[in-house]
């Protein structure tokens, strides 16, 4: 079965650092890009950036570059975001999914951001 | 940067009945379109790619046209598990991919 499974929830104070992945399975991992894609409360979808694992090549979107890092470990078929400072509007389900059009996706990771 | 906007934002339709929801591009992104059915505390699930090509294990019920700039997703019967939230997004040209704001399905 083709899956992504993506890291727990998290809940973080302004400022602190967090990293969450996503790890693909029953597929070639390295051949697929991996995107992330935010849902703020009560709002819709929006692409961040993507990584294509088999030679790290990263694309992100102008509203978050600089603001997160995408990375990708072939090695354990995994990928990453990486905040290095949390804001409170980082407050959002973070979902991978598999290629251009997302025909696997991730359950979701809740972010919390509060002081 | 492309824009992608969906219309209506709210369509209220009865089961049974056919929704017609809208997807326009502020310029072409030839046949690079998908859509997405998005249900709370779920996934958001692929339901059309390449504008008109359902992925795997969608009911047929679900139809996309168009290309260019004005793209339709069709449900052709409403069943109650149909009530959602739909996505477009494009992927022509990228980065970026666009998301368009969606339309939520709602029970009439």
């Known amino acids: 079965e083709v899956q992504l499974v993506q890291s727990g929830a998290e809940v973080k104070k302004p400022g602190e650092s967090l990293n969450i992945s996503c790890k693909g399975s029953g597929y070639n991992f390295l051949t697929s890009w991996i995107a992330w894609v935010r849902q703020m409360p009560g709002k819709g979808l929006e692409w961040m950036g993507s990584?294509?694992?088999?030679?790290?090549?990263?694309r992100y979107s102008p509203s978050f570059q600089g603001q997160v890092t995408i990375s990708a470990d072939k090695s354990i078929s995994t990928a990453y975001l990486q905040w290095s400072s949390l804001k409170a509007s980082d407050t959002a389900m973070y979902y991978c999914?598999?290629?251009?059009?997302?025909?696997?996706w991730g359950k979701g990771t809740t972010v919390t951001v509060s002081s | 940067e492309i824009v992608m906007t969906q219309s209506p934002d709210t369509l209220s339709v009865s089961p049974g009945e056919r929704a017609t929801l809208s997807c326009r591009a502020s310029q072409s992104v030839r046949s690079n379109l998908a859509w997405y059915q998005h249900k709370p505390g779920q996934a958001p699930r692929l339901l059309i790619y390449g504008a008109s090509t359902r992925a795997t294990g969608i009911p047929a019920r679900f139809s996309g046209s168009g290309s260019g700039t004005e793209f339709t997703l069709t449900i052709s019967s409403l069943q109650s598990e149909d009530f959602a939230v739909y996505y477009c997004q494009h992927y022509n040209n990228w980065p970026p991919l666009i998301f368009g704001g969606g339309t939520k399905v709602e029970i009439k």
């Open positions: 999914a598999r290629g251009v059009y997302m025909d696997v």
């Open positions: 990584i294509y694992p088999a030679d790290s090549d990263t």
